[in-house]
């Protein structure tokens, strides 16, 4: 019965004028995000990166102006990073600006596509991106920690250490070495006797 | 049990039954009971009731919620309106039926590629020079208009790709989503120049139509009505420019010059333009 009454108002509500701001903006100049919803976001909420200075009512009339979306209800809320130093680790102490994110409940759902897996991501170049990350991780770990010095069985050993290792190996057991080089003749013993 | 008016569940009585496998409860005792079970309840208070003549004490258990709990899932104590209407089973999320996007769902908008929202650093790069004010002094109110909104909706796609490209870690691509956002910025700045500047040459315009006499600011009637007559002052003027139209008709048989030099707010025509002195 509850559940009758609540469709047939749902229903009425529908056809009533939709309540939409009157203050008419020719040129906006915002930038929103749409951002890729939480694992377990039901498909009806889509979470946007909003400007600061917008409220909810800007957001539910932008979306249905510029987007043609629908918007049932806005939460929104904002981020406050945490403060940070200028140069990293060292300078002035500052607190980065705050990020306002606003979650819209649609009347139509939206799913998100899956994120490409990481052989599709040949595009973005992904390899050299990750090796680069890694990298620069590991640099950001030793600056920050320039005290904790890595033994050798946590480096992986350099190509020129393992040749020499194993040409060392070979004069070891054969007991004679070369280098691969042969003279040109030109050479000649310098006597043993002679005054320096 | 009856006497004291409490109600036993199913689950109470296969209790009561099977005392002897009282460590086999938890066991047998369903994962998700329906909340129609209601409390197991003890006999023994009624039972340890000695008093039974006239006048007696009062020996009733006054704690209404005696053997209610949330954690052991017992349900009311009391048969209530729907303790017999069958509940919902909640159904588990990988069974339920797949949600289907519109594919003219608005929010598609957002992404520069339906399949990995972030657009390619090679897409990004294809991308030409922004519009110059010079081209766009020639388009109209709503032309500019429109190619403000398609400039708002790139900037937002964007902003969509940087922020899924860095926290998917697709990878590069962040220099030539840059240089594409500098570019949409560009025209922005540049249809704000041409919109300033049209300002600016109506307000002129305005200043100039209060001392003509051709024009009404008043907004009753027409707006320009040109006349066909000279001043009387004006008539000595008009007749030594209009020698100087003769003598350029005959050199140059054009009949638009000479117009052109009449009026300092008409717009002169391209040919005079073109021959006239680059500073």
């Known amino acids: ?196 | 049990m009856g006497a004291l008016g409490r109600i036993s569940a199913a689950y109470t009585t296969s209790c009561s039954s099977a005392s002897a496998s009282v460590s086999s409860l938890p066991t047998t005792a369903p994962v998700l009971r329906p909340l129609t079970h209601t409390a197991s309840l003890s006999t023994s208070a009624a039972l340890l009731k000695r008093h039974k003549y006239p006048g007696a004490r009062d020996n009733k258990d006054h704690s209404k919620h005696r053997g209610e709990s949330a954690i052991r899932r017992t349900g009311t104590r009391w048969r209530l309106s729907m303790s017999d209407e069958p509940l919902p089973r909640p159904v588990p999320r990988d069974r339920l039926p797949a949600v289907e996007t519109d594919p003219d769902h608005g929010l598609w908008d957002f992404f520069a590629d339906r399949a990995t929202v972030a657009a390619t650093p090679e897409q990004d790069a294809q991308h030409g020079r922004s519009w110059s004010v010079e081209e766009l002094r020639h388009k109209s109110w709503d032309d500019l208009h429109r190619l403000w909104w398609v400039c708002a909706k790139e900037r937002n796609r964007i902003a969509t790709s940087n922020w899924e490209r860095n926290k998917s870690k697709l990878g590069f691509g962040e220099a030539e989503a840059l240089g594409r956002d500098r570019e949409v910025r560009a025209t922005m700045r540049a249809i704000k120049h041409t919109l300033t500047e049209r300002l600016y040459t109506w307000e002129d315009a305005v200043k100039l139509a209060e001392n003509d006499p051709e024009v009404d600011l008043t907004g009753q009637g027409p707006a320009f009505v040109p006349r066909d007559y000279l001043e009387e002052g004006e008539t000595a003027a008009a007749e030594g420019e209009q020698q100087v139209a003769e003598a350029a008709e005959t050199a140059q048989n054009t009949q638009a010059a000479p117009a052109a030099s009449l009026d300092p707010v008409t717009i002169p025509s391209p040919k005079s333009q073109a021959e006239a002195p680059r500073l």
């Open chain 1, 1 to 196: 019965m509850a559940t009758r009454v609540a469709a047939a108002t749902e229903a009425v509500a529908q056809q009533l004028p939709r309540r939409l701001g009157k203050n008419q903006i020719f040129r906006p100049n915002h930038v929103v995000a749409f951002i890729r919803p939480k694992p377990r976001q039901p498909p009806n909420l889509a979470t946007f990166v909003v400007p600061l200075q917008f409220n909810k009512f800007d957001l539910r009339d932008y979306l249905f102006h510029a987007y043609n979306v629908e918007v049932t209800s806005v939460r929104s809320f904002i981020n406050q990073p945490t403060p940070r130093r200028k140069y990293g680790n060292a300078g002035k102490w500052f607190r980065p600006r705050s990020q306002k994110m606003m979650i819209a409940e649609l009347v139509k759902p939206f799913v998100w596509p899956d994120p490409p897996a990481e052989k599709d991501r040949e595009d973005f170049d992904h390899p050299t991106f990750t090796k680069l990350e890694k990298l620069r991780e590991q640099q950001m770990e030793q600056q920050m920690d320039p005290g904790n010095i890595r033994l050798r069985t946590q480096v992986k050993a350099p190509e020129d250490r393992k040749s020499l290792k194993k040409q060392a190996k070979e004069f070891m057991e054969s007991g004679e070495w070369s280098n691969g080089q042969i003279g040109d003749g030109k050479w000649t013993e310098v006597e043993k006797d002679a005054p320096v």
